[in-house]
């Protein structure tokens, strides 16, 4: 047996035993990238690395093996430090969206290219399952968004972006000509949370709080809700479908009070008697002055990442704070302020919403083109015949969505590059080199596509195939600093992943190797 200290715990350990395998008997966790349990050591991504404090040397703790009197260090600065540089020389090569350029500008930050997979499957149901987790209100705002969205598109270099906006309307009319379904709820939580206003900032707050289980009252001036959407002309907006989304909202167990004005001494009682109150009035300069709160060139001064006012347990979100047009923006001010508050709820710490590492590459070159195209359809956009206002038809919309490039990674939930990358900070330009490797997409049996662009050779693959004994398998090719994962004798993915493929993209870390199933990725 070995003796040593891990973490100033001491252990024995049978010989032979790695450092990582004796961090785990104790349950310390150290990350890795390519160590995969019932293969053979293969250390490559060096994002395991520990410190022995007798000599301050680091090592690779998946092959070193245990050693008499070691007193290691998991965690420190600079094991730390170690582990960010090894991520960002892993970065420099990797290239790949995690998510996709329409996704990043998206205000509401909606899984777009999902939704498109899912209209193009004839899952409508899943569709608008997908958008209503970011976009309270996807019926109206498929009609009157200006689609911010579409600007990033990266359709638009080859043609015309895909018609996101319309796509939007269409899973989400999908729904509202169904009975209309009382949103589903967690248990309820006992918090009490006050809304001032029924506009689109306000009615997202209000869906989402009541989602989580937060009781959920709103006060508006006026005799309906809605707020700046009621002067839309009907050839723009039909009133049906605005009343059905609205209905849908306000019948889920949400109490609205109309022809309720908001004063500073309404504010402070409310204060007092809620657990966190949400202005929504939209621009309304005389009413915020009434108010008494800090005010910015624009409107209410808020907290950039929790929307807190100066006043406590008061938060403002949408137009309050800045004139727009951009409803979407409002309705994702909403579901965010809505996770703030239920993350504050249930841990008493006031946080912003979660952004996430973000792996971006830029645009596509012409020879990429013909590899985003092998998922999509040489076809040019298509029109709604019937008017925007009343939308595509399902052909229509089962057409227009096959046009999405899906630029997205299909793995990104999932994927340890990206995952580590932000428990570390890793900064993917720091190493980069001046020409990216090419994009090429290649496809396995079992819906799995391979993009080597992504690989970090970390040879897992290479492993399974070898362990599973494929006739091709993959394999490293080439020397040095030219060394790739391929298949041996230029032969096909397909060839290569007869029996493993479905493990394989299991097992991948980046997302090279990823299931395109969208049934698996909601």
């Known amino acids: 047996m070995v003796k040593l200290k891990i973490n100033n715990h001491p252990l024995e350990v049978p010989e032979g035993t790695t450092l990582l ?18 293969t053979g050591h293969f250390t490559s991504c060096m994002v395991c690395l520990v410190k022995d404090v007798r000599n301050g040397r680091l090592m690779a703790s998946c092959s070193m093996p245990a050693m008499e009197g070691m007193e290691i260090i998991t965690d420190d600065a600079e094991c730390r430090e ?10 420099s090569e990797h290239v790949g969206d995690c998510e996709a350029p329409c996704q990043l500008i998206c205000p509401a930050h909606m ?28 019926s109206i705002l498929g009609r009157i968004c200006p689609a911010p969205c579409e600007a990033g598109c990266r359709r638009k270099q080859l043609d015309e972006p895909v018609s996101i906006c319309l796509l939007k309307g269409f899973a989400a009319d999908q729904e509202l000509d169904k009975e209309v379904v009382p949103i589903q709820q967690e248990p309820k939580t006992g918090r009490k949370v006050a809304i001032i206003g029924a506009g689109p900032a306000g009615l997202a707050a209000a869906l989402y709080l009541n989602k989580a289980g ?22 723009i907006l039909p009133a049906k479908v605005m009343e059905a989304e609205l209905t849908a909202i306000l019948n889920s167990d949400i109490q609205i009070n109309y022809n309720s004005e908001v004063g500073k001494p309404e504010l402070e009682k409310l204060q007092q008697a809620y657990d966190a109150v949400v202005l929504a009035v939209g621009a309304n ?15 209410i001064q808020v907290d950039k990442t929790t929307y807190q006012t100066s006043m406590k347990k008061v938060f403002a979100i949408g137009n309050t704070l800045r004139p727009s047009k951009l409803a979407v923006r409002s309705v994702g001010q909403g579901k965010e302020l809505a996770w703030v508050l239920n993350e504050w709820f249930e841990t008493k710490e006031l946080k912003g919403y979660p952004s996430r ?65 932000d428990r570390y900070g890793a900064e993917q330009k720091r190493f980069q080199y001046d020409e990216r490797f090419v994009v090429q ?22 492993r399974i195939t070898q362990q599973y004994q494929e006739t091709f398998g993959f394999s490293f090719i080439g020397r040095g600093f030219d ?34 199933n969208t049934e698996e990725q909601i």
């Open 214 to 235: 937060h009781q959920v009252v709103i006060s508006e001036k006026k005799e309906k809700a809605g707020g700046d959407l009621l002067q839309i002309e009907e050839e």
């Open 357 to 421: 590492f973000n792996s971006k590459f830029g645009k596509l070159s012409k020879p990429e083109f013909d590899e985003y195209l092998k998922e999509s359809v040489d076809e040019k956009r298509w029109q709604a015949n019937r008017g925007k206002a009343i939308g595509f038809t399902k052909e229509e919309a089962v057409a227009e969505a096959k046009r999405c490039l899906h630029c997205d990674c299909r793995n990104p939930e999932s994927c340890k590059l990206r995952e580590l990358s």
């Open 285 to 299: 300069p005389e009413m915020l002055q009434q108010l008494e709160l800090e005010q910015s060139k624009t409107g």
């Open 111 to 138: 899984n777009i290219p999902l939704m498109n997979r899912l209209i193009a499957a004839g899952s409508h149901a899943k569709a608008i399952e997908v958008v209503k987790r970011d976009i309270a209100l996807p």
């Open 21 to 38: 395998e004796a961090a785990r008997l104790l349950h310390i966790d150290i990350p890795t990238m390519c160590h995969l349990e019932g």
């Open 483 to 516: 060394v790739k994962v391929g298949v041996p004798f230029s032969e096909s993915v397909e060839k290569a992943l007869e029996k493993t493929a479905a493990l394989v993209a299991e097992k991948c870390p980046t997302g090279a190797l990823a299931k395109t």
């Open 82 to 91: 170690s582990r960010k540089a090894s991520l960002e020389l892993l970065l």
């Open 441 to 462: 997409k290649e496809f396995a049996p079992q819906n799995i596509v391979y993009e080597s662009a992504k690989c970090i050779k970390c040879g897992i693959c290479v």
